[in-house]
């Protein structure tokens, strides 16, 4: 399969990895130096483009493959106010989309404990739920697009929380999530039920970026021959 690495940071690099080793053939990299000149007809020498830059960038680089004709795995996040407008363009041009917060297999895993956990807990007031985010001192959005996803999840599940909010609140409707930026920690998701009697807490710890990239990879392959938008919950079943 020929990949399109449109933002070669340190994501880019670990996903370059994964791909070359799984034998996939890298024909564009788009990173600071030609950002805003790579063309077209570059994107169409891949099969798929796999889009982790910055949330500023992000949209315009999936217009591109839209226009291009080619599927594109999306990783960033940061943008997700613009995400329906972006799932209405892919659906009138009949192109690929597959957006995920967060593409670890192991956070997917976690996202259904936190859904499961937030039905049960919806019968039980007395507990208010908070989360905590960490993550690396580069990353450019707070908070982290898989902190958002895991509020929504809670959020549909408990009528008590009618937004989430950066921040400490006292507010019983508000649901709080705290975000640090510390070193270069890949990624720590806690979500915490308090009462004045006792505490409950799941916690998913990244110890690298090697969980992200080979979802990532493994969404490509997926994507090859689909038609539509795609997430996480489609890929694994």
């Not at 933002?7 to 996939?24: C, N, S, T, V």
């Not at 217009?63 to 799932?87: H, M, Q, R, S």
Request: charged fraction near 20%; glycine fraction near 6%; hydrophobic fraction near 40%.
């Amino acid at each position: 399969m020929n990949i399109a690495l449109i933002g070669y940071g340190k994501m880019g690099k670990e996903i370059e990895k994964i791909a070359l080793h799984k034998g996939h053939t890298i024909v564009l990299k788009v990173d600071v130096d030609n950002a805003n000149t790579y063309t077209i007809d570059e994107l169409k020498k891949a099969d798929v483009a796999i889009e982790f830059s910055t949330p500023e960038t992000a949209i315009n680089n999936i217009y591109k493959c839209f226009e291009a004709g080619i599927p594109i795995v999306v990783g960033t996040t940061g943008w997700l106010n613009k995400l329906e407008d972006v799932k209405q363009k892919c659906s009138e041009k009949n192109q690929t989309l597959f957006y995920a917060s967060n593409y670890s297999i192991g956070v997917n895993l976690f996202f259904k404990l936190n859904e499961y956990l937030a039905q049960l807990m919806n019968s039980f007031p007395d507990y208010n739920v908070t989360m905590e985010e960490i993550h690396h001192i580069h990353k450019l959005d707070a908070p982290s697009g898989t902190a958002i996803s895991l509020a929504n999840q809670v959020m549909e599940r408990m009528e008590s929380k009618q937004k989430w909010v950066n921040a400490t609140t006292n507010n019983a409707n508000e649901l709080s999530i705290i975000s640090k930026r510390i070193d270069e920690i890949p990624g720590t998701h806690t979500v915490t039920y308090s009462s004045a009697v006792d505490e409950i807490s799941m916690t998913h710890t990244a110890h690298n970026r090697t969980g992200f990239a080979i979802g990532a990879v493994v969404a490509a392959e997926w994507l090859k021959g689909k038609k539509g938008i795609f997430g996480m919950n489609d890929l694994m079943g």
